[in-house]
C-alpha cells in the first residue's frame, strides 16, 4: 500500500461557471425571488468552506472512513475479453457505503449544513439512491430529513423506499404532474421555498440554481480525481475513453471534470433511450431534447413544442429525467464530450453480461453506460483503455429485471 | 403611459387600491376564460392576471398546480392565452391584462415574438415568476421595446440591495410575496407584511402589489390598507375546481367572492 493518497478534497478546474454559474449560455440561476438571497448564502458558504482547512479534513475523513474511499478501479478482465477491444475498467462506485456515487455529496452537503446551523434536510430522489444517501447522512447527524418521491418511483423502486424509513426519514409520495423525479424535484423546491430558515435543500445531481451544479460537481470530482491517479498507477498511463451514464449528470461530471484539460481522453455520456430516440419514449434531452428552462437552470430539455415538459420514458428510475446538468449541455455544445444513448433492451441485456461475466450487479443507470460499452470497445485498441464509472450497485433493481422478465420474487 | 400606470394613476385619484384576481388560461375550460375575464372585471377588478399554464410550476400551491394541469390537459398553449386576451380586448380596451406564467414556454416562442404577438394582442405586463432581474435582461428588452411592463416579485427574504435591482428593472407595479412559501399559503402575516412594504417605498415610487396567501375578503382590506394592490388567485381558482360542472353558479359564485373583496377594501 505504497500508493499515494492525494487529499480528496473538491477542487476546481476550469474556470466555469461564471460567477452567475453559466457556463456559456446554459446554467444560471432561475428560481423565485424568495430563493434567491438563500442561493447567495449558500454561494458563500461553500465559497467560504471549500478554503477551509477543518472542513475538508473533515470531508476527507469522512469519505474514507464512512464511505469507503478511494474506491477501485477494477480491470473487467473477462469483459474485455468478451468485447474484444480495448481494456475495460470499471470505477468501483457501487461498492460505496448506500451503493452508489451519491453518497459522495451528500456527506459533503450535510457537513456544509450543520455550519450553515439547519436542522434540517430535504432531497429530492428518483431511482431512491440519492434519498437513501442523504437519509444516510441525515441519520448519522442527527438532523430531520424529509425526501420527495414521485408516486411512481415509490412503486417501482420499493425496497429504498424502505431503506429510506428504517434510516428516519419521511418520504414524501408526489402525486403532481409525471408522478417521477421532476415532480419530487417541484415539489422540494416548494417545501424549502416555505421552510427556507430552518431547511437545508440536498440536491441529488448537477443540475438546479447555481451553486449546486459546480457544488455538487466539486463533491463528486473526487471519483475523476481517483480514477486518474488509479489508471497511471495501474496501466501506467492515461485512460482513452471515459464512459458513464448520464440523467441529471453528477456520476458523469463527477468522472470527466479532473480530465476536462486531458484534451486526450474522450468523454462519453450515455442517455436513457428508452424504448429508441426514434419513438419519442426515451429520456435523452441531450441527443435529442432542446435547451430551456427549468429547475433553476437554463439547459437541454424534453419538450414539447409549446415548452411544455413531456415525460420522460427509461426502465431506469434514476435516468428518468428530463433536463441535465447545464455543465453537460456545455460539454455537448463545445463538442468536449460525446452523448449518446442506450435503450431498455441494450441496458438489460448489459445488466446481464456484467452479473454474468464479472460477478457484479450493476444499478440499471450504470447499466447504460456499460451497454454504450460493448458498441465502443471493440472499435478501440487493445493497447487502449477504457474507463466505464460503475456508478451503482443493481440491488435495488432485481425487482425491476424480475417483473420485466416475467419473474414473481 | 402604460395601461397599468394609467389604471393605478387612477385609483391613485380615486383615493383606492387595486383588485387583481388572477385565474389560469383555460381553467376549467378554455372557452370559460374570455368570460370569466370579463365576469372580474364587472365585479370590481382593477388589473387581470392571467395564469400562463406550465407543466412545472414550482412557485405555485397545489390549487394553482391543478388549474395548471386542467388547462394543459385542454392543450392550452402560450399562443392560446394570447388568442384569449386578444378576445377579451375586443369588448374591453381599459382594463390592464398581466400574463404570469414560468420563463420556458416564452423562451420557446421567442422573446421578441412572444412581447410582439402579446403587445398586438392587448397585453399590458408579463411576470415570470422563475426569472430573477439577473438573467432578465434579453426578456426585459423585448418587452420594453414593444411597450410591455415587466413585473417582478418581491420576497420576504429580499436584502435591501435586491429590492434596488429589483425595482429598477421593473415598472407597471412591483408584486410583494407576503410570505415564505408558495401561492395558496395560508400563513399571511399583515404586520410583517408592512413593514417589508415600507422598506422597499425606499427604493421606488412603483406601487406595490401584495400576493400568496389572500383568502378572504377580511385578509384582502387589511393588505390593502397598507399596498397599493391586492392580487388573489387561489382563493378564485379554488372555486372554479368546485363548481367546474355549474358552469353558471361558478360565474356567479367568482363574481359574488370577488365583490366580497372590493367591498370590504373600498370600506376600510
Not at chain 1, 462506485?93 to 430535504?122: P, Y
Not at chain 2, 370590481?44 to 400562463?52: N, T
Not at chain 2, 418581491?154 to 435586491?162: C, H, I, L, N, Y
Amino acid at each position: 500500500m505504497s500508493q499515494k493518497v492525494e487529499p480528496i478534497r473538491p477542487q476546481t478546474i476550469t474556470p466555469l461557471p461564471d460567477a452567475g454559474g453559466h457556463f456559456g449560455t446554459y446554467g444560471g440561476r432561475f428560481v423565485a425571488e424568495t430563493l434567491m438571497e438563500p442561493l447567495d448564502e449558500l454561494s458563500l458558504a461553500y465559497a467560504r468552506y471549500l478554503k477551509d482547512p477543518e472542513f475538508l479534513r473533515e470531508l476527507d475523513s469522512d469519505l474514507r472512513d464512512y464511505v469507503g474511499r478511494p474506491s477501485p478501479l477494477y480491470f473487467a478482465k473477462r469483459l474485455t475479453e468478451k468485447l474484444g477491444g480495448a481494456r475495460v475498467f470499471l470505477k468501483r462506485e457501487d461498492l460505496n457505503h448506500t451503493g452508489a456515487h451519491k453518497v459522495n455529496n451528500t456527506v459533503g452537503q450535510a457537513l456544509l449544513a450543520r455550519r450553515m446551523g439547519k436542522t434540517r434536510i430535504i432531497a429530492e430522489t428518483g431511482a431512491g439512491q440519492h434519498g437513501v444517501a442523504t437519509a444516510t447522512v441525515a441519520a448519522r447527524m442527527g438532523l430531520e430529513c424529509v425526501v420527495f418521491m414521485g408516486a411512481e418511483d415509490i412503486e417501482r423502486q420499493a425496497p429504498n423506499v424502505f431503506r429510506m424509513k428504517l434510516l428516519g426519514a419521511s418520504v414524501v409520495a408526489v402525486e403532481s404532474g409525471s408522478r417521477t423525479l421532476k415532480d419530487a424535484l417541484n415539489e422540494a423546491m416548494r417545501d424549502w421555498v416555505t421552510n427556507v430558515d430552518s431547511t437545508f435543500y440536498i440536491i441529488g445531481t448537477v443540475a438546479g440554481p447555481h451553486p449546486y451544479p459546480a457544488m455538487v460537481r466539486d463533491f463528486q470530482a473526487v471519483v475523476g480525481r481517483e480514477t486518474r491517479e488509479q489508471c497511471l498507477a495501474q496501466t501506467g498511463r492515461m485512460p482513452d475513453a471515459l464512459v458513464a451514464c448520464v440523467g441529471g449528470g453528477s456520476n458523469a461530471i463527477g468522472l470527466f471534470h479532473p480530465f476536462i484539460a486531458d484534451r486526450q481522453v474522450a468523454f462519453y455520456g450515455v442517455e436513457a433511450a428508452g424504448d429508441g430516440l426514434e419513438t419519442g419514449r426515451h429520456a435523452a434531452p441531450l441527443c435529442a431534447g432542446r435547451p430551456g428552462v427549468l429547475h433553476g437552470n437554463r439547459t437541454y430539455l424534453m419538450e414539447d413544442r409549446d415548452g411544455q415538459i413531456i415525460e420522460t420514458h427509461s426502465v431506469s428510475a434514476g435516468l428518468d429525467y428530463p433536463g441535465v446538468g447545464p455543465e453537460h449541455a456545455w460539454l455537448k455544445d463545445t463538442g468536449r464530450a460525446h452523448y449518446v444513448a442506450a435503450t431498455d433492451t441494450e441496458a438489460l441485456r448489459a445488466f446481464h453480461d456484467l452479473t454474468e461475466i464479472e460477478g457484479i450487479i450493476p444499478a440499471l443507470e450504470s447499466s447504460h453506460a456499460l451497454a454504450y460499452t460493448a458498441k465502443l470497445a471493440p472499435t478501440m485498441g487493445r493497447d487502449q483503455t477504457i474507463v466505464v464509472n460503475l456508478s451503482g450497485r443493481g440491488d435495488k433493481d432485481i425487482q425491476t429485471v424480475a417483473a420485466l422478465e416475467g419473474i414473481s420474487l | 403611459m402604460s395601461r397599468i400606470q394609467a389604471r393605478f394613476a387612477q385609483l391613485r385619484h380615486q383615493g383606492r387600491k387595486a383588485l387583481i384576481p388572477f385565474i389560469t388560461a383555460g381553467d376549467p375550460m378554455p372557452s370559460a376564460t374570455v368570460s370569466l375575464m370579463h365576469t372580474l372585471v364587472r365585479a370590481g377588478a382593477d388589473i387581470l392576471e392571467l395564469g400562463v399554464p406550465f407543466s412545472d410550476p414550482m412557485a405555485d400551491g397545489p390549487v394553482i398546480q391543478r388549474a395548471s394541469e386542467r388547462a394543459l390537459k385542454q392543450g392550452v398553449t402560450l399562443q392560446q392565452t394570447l388568442d384569449m386576451v386578444r378576445q377579451f380586448r375586443e369588448h374591453d380596451e381599459k382594463t390592464p391584462v398581466v400574463l404570469m406564467g414560468y420563463l420556458n414556454p416564452f423562451e420557446i416562442m421567442g422573446y421578441g415574438r412572444f412581447a410582439e404577438t402579446a403587445a398586438s394582442a392587448g397585453v399590458d405586463g408579463a411576470l415570470t415568476v422563475d426569472l430573477p432581474p439577473e438573467e432578465s435582461h434579453e426578456f426585459v428588452s423585448a418587452l420594453r421595446e414593444h411597450g410591455l411592463d415587466p413585473i417582478f416579485l418581491v420576497a420576504p427574504t429580499s436584502t435591501p440591495e435586491r429590492v434596488e435591482r429589483i425595482c429598477s428593472a421593473a415598472s407597471g407595479f412591483v408584486y410583494y410575496v407576503s410570505l415564505k412559501g408558495v401561492t395558496g399559503s395560508n400563513r399571511l402575516d399583515v404586520t410583517a407584511v408592512e413593514d417589508k412594504l415600507k422598506a422597499i417605498r425606499n427604493s421606488t415610487d412603483l406601487p406595490i402589489g401584495v400576493g400568496f396567501g389572500i383568502q378572504d375578503a377580511e385578509t384582502a382590506a387589511r393588505v390593502a390598507a397598507v399596498s397599493d394592490a391586492v392580487v388573489v388567485g387561489s382563493a378564485l381558482v379554488r372555486l372554479l375546481e368546485t363548481l367546474v360542472d355549474e358552469p353558471a353558479r361558478m360565474e356567479q359564485t367568482l363574481a359574488a367572492t370577488l365583490a366580497d373583496m372590493r367591498e370590504a377594501m373600498d370600506a376600510a
